[in-house]
């Protein structure tokens, strides 16, 4: 979780990503919705224009 007061410029970095659910400014992902491009990947998460972004680093 990441921004959960409200911070829509709040990220989550992750080496690995492994979540069941990421959540920024209280949008959320579970990870059935992750693409396998991410799973088990580092990956940068935001929110860019009112959704949540998922970016293989």
Same mark, same amino acid.
């Given at each position: &979780? +990441? ?6 410029? #709040? =990220?989550? $970095?992750?080496?690995? &990503?492994? #979540?069941?659910?990421?959540?920024? +400014?209280?949008?959320? =992902?579970?990870?059935?919705? $992750?693409?396998?491009?991410? &799973? ?5 998460? $935001? &929110? =860019? ?9």
């Amino acid at each position: &979780l +990441a921004g959960v007061s409200g911070d829509t410029n #709040a =990220r989550i $970095f992750c080496h690995s &990503l492994e #979540a069941e659910v990421v959540s920024v +400014a209280g949008l959320y =992902r579970v990870s059935e919705d $992750f693409g396998n491009d991410v &799973l088990k990947k580092p990956v940068q998460i $935001f &929110l =860019r224009d009112g959704y949540l972004h998922m970016e293989p680093q």
